[in-house]
C-alpha cells in the first residue's frame, strides 16, 4: 500500500476548499437564507428554519476551523501566533462555539418555552449579540477570502 504524501499545493487546495465552504456558508446563509425566510415565511417558522441552518453552518466552521488551524500549525509551527490569519481563525473558531454552545441554546430554550414581555428584552440581546458576532465571523472569514491564508500567496 502506498501513502501519499501531502503536498504542498494539495494544503493549499485543501485549505481553499475548507475556507470556501465555511465562509461561503456563512455569508450564504446569513445575508441571504435567513432574511429571505423571515420575508417570506411566519416569524417562528423561519426562526426555526434559520436557527437550523445556522447550527449546520456552526457545526461545519468548527470541523472547518480546526483543519485549517491545523494546517496553519503545520505550516508554521510554533511561529504559527506572528500570523494574523492564524489568529483570525482562532477567533473565528472562538465565536463560533461562544454561539452554538453559550447563545444558541439560550434562544432556543427561550423560543420553546414561548416568551413572555419579561423576556422580550433578554431575547432581543441574545439575538442582537449573535448578529454582532457574526458580523464579526464573516468579516474576518472575508478578509481570509480576500488576503489568504498565508503572508505571500501566489495564486
Not at 30 to 56: C, E, H, N, W
Not at 91 to 96: A, G, Q, S
Not at 104 to 130: N, Q, T, W, Y
Amino acid at each position: 500500500m502506498r501513502i501519499v504524501a501531502y503536498t504542498p499545493l494539495m494544503l493549499k487546495i485543501s485549505e481553499r476548499i475548507l475556507l470556501t465552504l465555511w465562509v461561503g456558508g456563512m455569508w450564504s446563509v446569513g445575508y441571504i437564507v435567513a432574511p429571505t425566510l423571515f420575508k417570506m415565511l411566519d416569524r417562528s417558522v423561519a426562526g426555526t428554519v434559520a436557527g437550523q441552518l445556522f447550527t449546520i453552518m456552526s457545526y461545519l466552521g468548527l470541523v472547518c476551523a480546526v483543519l485549517l488551524l491545523i494546517n496553519q500549525f503545520f505550516r508554521y509551527g510554533k511561529a504559527v501566533t506572528k500570523h494574523w490569519q492564524s489568529w483570525a481563525l482562532g477567533i473565528m473558531l472562538l465565536i463560533v462555539i461562544i454561539g452554538e454552545f453559550f447563545i444558541a441554546p439560550e434562544i432556543r430554550s427561550m423560543r420553546d418555552a414561548g416568551l413572555v414581555d419579561s423576556e422580550k428584552a433578554r431575547f432581543g440581546m441574545l439575538h442582537g449579540s449573535a448578529s454582532v458576532l457574526f458580523l464579526i465571523s464573516s468579516l474576518l472569514g472575508l478578509a481570509l477570502v480576500i488576503f489568504g491564508l498565508h503572508k505571500k500567496e501566489n495564486t
